[in-house]
């Protein structure tokens, strides 16, 4: 049986991971690339006899080695040699895409091009030659429409066909005019003559555009630096003749070709009315309309997902605190276990995992939201619409990208920064990315925004989003005025189409984001869960505030005094936070003891408890598309009467409680945010600033809201 290797490859918003997802599904393995914590996703896929090794490539716009997602994506077509590629490319901007590809025909190795967003092309008028642009590269073409499986079976086939007859499809070399192409036969003789070893790794064509382009990355990696007196002598007759540089003189061939293709293969109707894209972004993208209308869209979002997901929480919060912990009681009595193991199990670990999977439907649903707003190209035209008060402290729209991103968590949003040029951008945008109120603490704001707010919750929690950008822009302003100056940059970016994202496109990448959730609640939360038990009962069978945990909280609670939540519970909450948000709800619902008060239950089987969950979900399905049309308040009106909310209550005001929030929404996000910051700069001092930074904005931020409230007479 034969095992192939084929990389995938292609520009931003080509649609690229929605064809990955369509040909790999569930089958998609993620991970890092070496060395690095750019994301990897291979898969293993089986047609007919055929073994294939799918490995997906960073997005790139060139294979210049300029960036890190650029080096990876060198580096392993070059050193690792897949026997096939596939670039994606988008059928609506031909064109442009057609740089990548003509740089990888340089390899030598064989090309199959998937023409996705084909259906795009043909609304926008576009009228693609198939047959002519494989003739004029050389290579196949498989037009596909990805987010609905259009082209994929046809795409499969063909890296059949290519992989079976690897030798007829090597890419022949496409003419870079005489004198170019008269500097690379000049060079290859040379390099013939006096280094054949070195000819011998490496694709020749590439190998002697990248040296005679100057490359430094090539240059070192050879062993050639020291011909560069050769490499002047061949490329002096170039600039003479064209008057330029020569990186300039090579991406203008490359250029000059792509933009024949094109003119070859494609035809555009007359366009007499301005499509779909064109007209909604009149409004969306109107300077006076663009942010009201973005703020509106969030509150949608917010109102949405919360609503819906109320009976949902409940329901999972009552399977947990009944059945689950029914039956583990009953487990331990039989196997005849201790009292504080029965209290480590169901307090510790049933408690205080359980109080943060309650969140789990409400957390799925927000991604889901989002999700469908990134997937319908509406993030991307926020992105525009925050440009102008991004200027405000140097960055561009470009650097909303990665903020946004910080929604669902603030981890990858610190990758995301890479797609920012300077190192300057990506260190203040990272800076900026803990504003953002990540998943994790949604359980927090969902927990008091139900204690205190029921009836304006998920305006409440809005509030809390909107906050946190105004922050980062208050602080942005600061840091440029400050530690960052620098130029204000030019925004250019690619706006994608609108599309309407498939329900399996939503789902899997839904699932993606709320993988992590799950991970984490069975790993980090399990863990400081159980920490917080032992730290509860030391000295065992005292009282919650004479055990260690008390002590530590009483210890730094004065720091949170002026604040409004100066008691050792809240203090605790926070501190074991810094682990995880999630952590905090977890603490709280072991300090405050929420598992009921024993009571006399009606005694079920096992069966009619099954029962009862199938008939209590039915009920909350009924329940959540109910509320979507009655405006209820969902989530907080469900969980109103929460043993853990009513004892919250009586620790907190109204006003004290927001503030706690804004506390939760400003400070550090979580421990692997902090290796991440760190493994990403590689610099203690950079991520000893942030540190620095979110113990003191979260703090100041609170106390404004709380002395000012009190001012005002709120409190």
């Not at 931003?12 to 994301?39: D, F, M, Y």
């Not at 073994?51 to 690792?80: H, M």
């Not at 840091?479 to 994608?496: A, D, Q, R, S």
């Amino acid at each position: 049986m034969k095992k192939i290797t084929v990389a995938v490859i292609g520009n931003p918003n080509t649609g690229k991971s929605t064809l990955i997802n369509a040909i790999a599904g569930t089958r998609l393995q993620v991970g890092n690339w070496p060395g690095v914590t750019v994301e990897k996703k291979t898969a293993l896929l089986q047609v007919e006899d055929l073994t294939i090794n799918l490995v997906d490539l960073p997005g790139i716009y060139s294979l210049s080695p300029y960036t890190q997602e650029e080096i990876i994506a060198r580096d392993f077509l070059i050193k690792e040699k897949p026997d096939l590629i596939i670039d994606v490319v988008d059928a609506t901007n031909l064109e442009r895409n057609l740089y990548l590809l003509l740089q990888l025909l340089e390899l030598g190795i064989p090309v199959i091009m998937a023409l996705n967003i084909f259906d795009e092309a043909k609304k926008k008028g576009y009228e693609i030659d198939i047959n002519a642009l494989e003739n004029a590269l050389g290579i196949k073409v498989v037009p596909t429409i990805a987010t609905r499986g259009k082209g994929i079976k046809e795409l499969l086939l063909a890296v059949k066909e290519v992989a079976e007859n690897k030798n007829a499809y090597i890419p022949r070399a496409l003419n870079y005019g005489k004198e170019i192409e008269e500097a690379l036969k000049n060079l290859k003789i040379r390099l013939e003559k006096d280094y054949p070893q070195v000819l011998q790794r490496y694709p020749s064509r590439w190998l002697c555009l990248s040296l005679l382009e100057g490359d430094e990355a090539v240059l070192k990696e050879t062993g050639l630096t020291h011909i560069k007196n050769l490499l002047e002598e061949i490329r002096r007759p170039l600039i003479n003749t064209f008057n330029d540089d020569i990186d300039v003189i090579l991406a203008d061939a490359r250029y000059g070709i792509a933009h024949g293709i094109n003119k070859e293969v494609v035809r555009k109707k007359e366009k007499l009315e301005p499509d779909f894209t064109e007209r909604v972004d009149k409004i969306v993208l109107n300077r006076f309309l663009g942010l009201p209308l973005f703020l509106v869209i969030m509150w949608i979002v917010f109102k949405i997902a919360f609503d819906f997901s109320g009976p949902f929480c409940d329901w999972v919060d009552g399977v947990i605190s009944g059945e689950i912990s029914k039956w583990a009681s009953i487990s331990l009595d039989a196997l005849h276990s201790p009292e504080w193991l029965k209290s480590l199990i169901i307090d510790g670990i049933i408690g205080g995992v359980g109080a943060v999977l309650v969140f789990v439907p409400l957390i799925g649903i927000f991604m889901f939201m989002v999700t469908f707003l990134e997937g319908s190209g509406y993030l991307a035209r926020a992105a525009f619409v925050m440009d102008r008060i991004m200027h405000s402290f140097g960055l561009h729209g470009r650097s909303f990208i990665p903020l946004v991103i910080g929604f669902g968590c603030n981890v990858p949003s610190i990758y995301a920064t890479r797609v920012l040029e300077t190192e300057r951008d990506r260190k203040l945008t990272a800076l900026l990315c803990p504003c953002m109120s990540c998943g994790a603490r949604l359980p927090v704001y969902v927990l008091f925004a139900g204690a205190f707010f029921a009836k304006y919750g998920a305006t409440v929690i809005w509030s809390l989003y909107i906050l946190g950008i105004i922050t980062a822009v208050v602080l942005g302003i600061i840091l440029n005025k400050t530690f960052y100056k620098g130029m204000k940059p030019v925004f250019i970016m690619e706006l994608p189409p609108y599309r309407m994202p498939t329900f399996k496109y939503l789902m899997i990448y839904t699932w993606e984001k709320l993988k992590h959730f799950l991970i984490k609640a069975g790993t980090f939360i399990l863990a400081f869960s159980i920490l917080v038990w032992v730290l509860l009962n030391i000295p065992y069978g005292a009282p919650k505030d004479q055990t260690a945990l008390a002590r530590i909280g009483k210890v730094i609670s004065p720091v949170f005094a002026p604040l409004g939540f100066g008691n050792w519970e809240a203090s605790s909450a926070l501190l074991t936070g810094v682990v995880a948000k999630e952590i905090v709800v977890s603490t709280m619902a072991q300090i405050y003891g929420i598992q009921e008060e024993e009571e006399t239950q009606e005694k079920t089987t096992f069966g009619d408890d099954i029962k009862n969950i199938l008939v209590s979900f039915g009920e909350a399905v009924k329940d959540g598309f109910s509320n979507l049309f009655t405006l209820k308040s969902g989530v907080f009106e469900a969980e109103k009467e929460n043993g853990l909310k009513n004892k919250l209550q009586n620790a907190f005001t109204p006003l004290s409680a927001y503030a706690f929030m804004v506390f939760v929404l400003l400070y550090w996000p979580c421990m692997v945010f902090a290796f991440t910051l760190k493994a990403e700069f590689g610099s203690w001092r950079f991520l000893g600033q942030a540190l620095l930074t979110y113990t003191i904005v979260p703090w100041l931020a609170a106390f404004i809201v709380y002395q000012g409230g009190r001012l005002l007479g709120l409190g």
